[in-house]
């Protein structure tokens, strides 16, 4: 489904990015791990159109390259920024509806919203109120509703877990394992190793902008290098 080869990125002359190559099949969850700097989220931005690279970088067998941030996003590829970045001054209904306008039927709007409540009904419950007031872990599931109002064919999520409570992590996990059970391709970036090798099929540590070590989520969670530079062991 996504094919990234010899990718080079940076910010003006800071190079970040430095030849990586990224393999993400159908239904599979594919996690980009390393530590903060690594460049794990701009690997996203690249992705997602919103920074120029050089390399190759292929969804759905068309390229990503110099393709508009919307064109990607309307293939399928649909991103959960860093920071959730909602709409604070409209409700959690409004910004739900927003992560919906691709879709031409308001009966697939619909849809896709009963959905959306189904996996997280405290949105449901709080369809009316302010999404700038409700607390990091219901924005972030927010974020993600919104996201999936857009009918992604994989959804990349990056740092999910950035600044939330353990139990809200726990809580924010469990519905994503109950998504990924129905199928849907996921590209998951995360600071938080232990908690993302528990629900990713394949994972890749990114390193001063390289990827260092990849493989199956068991092999990386047994990894000598893993064990000690991420669990301390």
């Avoid at 991103?79 to 739900?96: C, K, M």
């Avoid at 726990?170 to 528990?198: C, N, W």
């Amino acid at each position: 489904m996504l094919r990234v080869s010899n990718m080079t990125a940076g910010y003006g002359t800071l190079p970040v990015l430095r030849g990586v190559d990224l393999e993400v099949t159908t239904g599979e969850v594919v996690a980009v791990l390393g530590t903060n700097g690594a460049g794990k989220s701009t690997l996203l931005r690249c992705l997602a159109g919103l920074l120029p690279f050089s390399g190759e970088a292929a969804f759905l067998d068309l390229t990503i390259k110099g393709s508009a941030p919307h064109v990607i996003a309307r293939r399928g590829f649909i991103q959960v920024p860093e920071a959730r970045h909602i709409f604070p001054d409209l409700t959690v209904l409004e910004n739900l509806l927003v992560g919906g306008t691709a879709l031409p039927k308001r009966s697939d709007r619909l849809r896709v919203l009963d959905d959306v409540f189904a996996l997280f009904p405290i949105l449901a419950q709080r369809r009316s109120q302010q999404a700038g007031t409700m607390s990091g872990g219901q924005q972030q599931m927010l974020a993600i509703g919104r996201a999936l109002m857009g009918k992604p064919k994989l959804l990349a999520l990056d740092e999910p877990s950035l600044g939330l409570a353990p139990l809200i992590v726990l809580e924010l996990y469990e519905a994503l394992r109950r998504l990924i059970d129905t199928g849907l391709t996921v590209l998951l970036v995360e600071q938080d190793v232990s908690v993302a090798l528990k629900i990713a099929n394949r994972a890749c540590i990114l390193e001063g902008g390289r990827v260092v070590l990849q493989g199956s989520a068991a092999e990386l969670r047994n990894s000598p290098h893993v064990r000690e530079q991420y669990f301390g062991a």
